[in-house]
């Protein structure tokens, strides 16, 4: 019974994104959330609901943009502005 519902799990999966669980699983998740936002139209945000305490969590309630992260790698890793 386990492994049937775990089958019929997998099986919707696969219909639902048109992909096999082993496309997904081997695609980055970077790679994945570009597809969503492109084909919804809509871009991703990561927020927090509830604090995290004791866990030293820097950026509190602010959510920083994909584009400023990414400038921000970059000016890292290869000294770009």
């Known amino acids: 019974m386990k492994y049937a519902l775990r089958e019929s799990l997998l099986t919707r999966i696969e219909r639902l994104t048109g992909q096999t669980i082993s496309q997904i699983r081997s695609e980055p998740i970077s790679t994945r959330r570009i597809k969503i ?43 770009v502005e």
């Open 37 to 79: 936002e492109e084909s919804s139209g809509l871009r991703t945000r990561v927020s927090r609901h509830y604090p995290l305490v004791g866990r030293g969590c820097v950026l509190g309630d602010r959510i920083i943009p994909q584009a400023d992260i990414n400038s921000e790698v970059d000016r890292m890793l290869c000294g």
